[in-house]
């Protein structure tokens, strides 16, 4: 199992862009998938996005489609989202993810068995 450990939230005003980045730590694991997942108060936990190293497949939610892009390096189990065109309805605490192992359900929440803490990302109206 690895630790993602997130950073880069913050306050942005509606229409900017933030950029969060991820680094999941884990000794000689090495990552199979790395995503992003966000809550939002009163809300459930959704996915946003997820990025297969494999072969570089990358899935997106219908709301970040177009202006989120995932990406990052195996490597080094890093992976960061450049999130542009920010709306308030962005606002959530973002979850860095992550898996050591082939899942058929990228976008399913019990796919992950690695959650970072979290950081909080608010955007203004």
């Known amino acids: 199992q690895v630790l993602p450990v997130e950073s880069g939230g913050g306050l942005v005003q509606a229409g900017g862009s933030l950029r969060l980045s991820c680094a999941a730590s884990?000794?000689?694991?090495?990552?199979?998938?790395m995503g992003w997942f966000r809550q939002a108060p009163g809300k459930e936990r959704e996915f946003v996005a997820a990025?297969?190293?494999?072969?570089?497949?990358?899935d997106y939610s219908d709301t970040a489609k177009g202006r989120f892009t995932i990406a990052g390096d195996n490597a080094k189990n890093s992976v960061h989202l450049q999130m542009n065109s920010l709306e308030p309805a962005d606002t959530a605490v973002y979850f860095c993810?992550?898996?050591?192992?082939?899942?058929?359900?990228?976008?399913?929440?019990?796919?992950?068995?690695?959650w970072g803490q979290g950081t909080q990302v608010t955007v203004s109206s």
């Open positions: 993810v992550a898996r050591t192992s082939w899942t058929p359900a990228p976008i399913a929440t019990i796919s992950y068995d690695s």
């Open positions: 990025i297969r190293w494999s072969d570089k497949h990358t």
């Open positions: 884990g000794g000689s694991f090495r990552t199979w998938i």
